[in-house]
């Protein structure tokens, strides 16, 4: 687990890059395995906004554990 955090914190752009279109494509299949009636444009518009939003909750989260972790990992740290 520690080489994977060391890994990602190494190649942040890779990593967000990666999940950004993984989820890209992940969408693309999953919609077009639900044999939907959408033009490949509109999946394609569907896929992006898919992608946006789970790459904003993991650069979140990615914020939220860098400030966790930068504060000590408790919440109770004296100034």
């Known amino acids: 687990m520690d080489?994977?955090?060391s890994w990602v914190s190494q190649?942040?752009?890779t990593s967000i890059g990666t999940i950004w279109a993984t989820a890209v494509g992940a969408s693309m299949a999953y919609t077009g395995a639900k044999?939907?009636?959408?033009?490949p444009s509109l999946r394609l518009i569907h896929a992006r906004m898919h992608a946006q939003?789970?790459?904003?909750?993991v650069l979140s989260g990615a914020?939220?554990?860098?400030h966790y972790?930068?504060?000590?990992g408790d919440h109770n740290h004296q100034n």
């Open 35 to 39: 044999r939907a009636p959408f033009k």
């Open 11 to 13: 190649h942040k752009l």
């Open 69 to 72: 972790e930068k504060s000590g």
């Open 63 to 66: 914020a939220l554990y860098h």
């Open 3 to 5: 080489s994977l955090q």
């Open 53 to 57: 939003a789970l790459t904003l909750a």
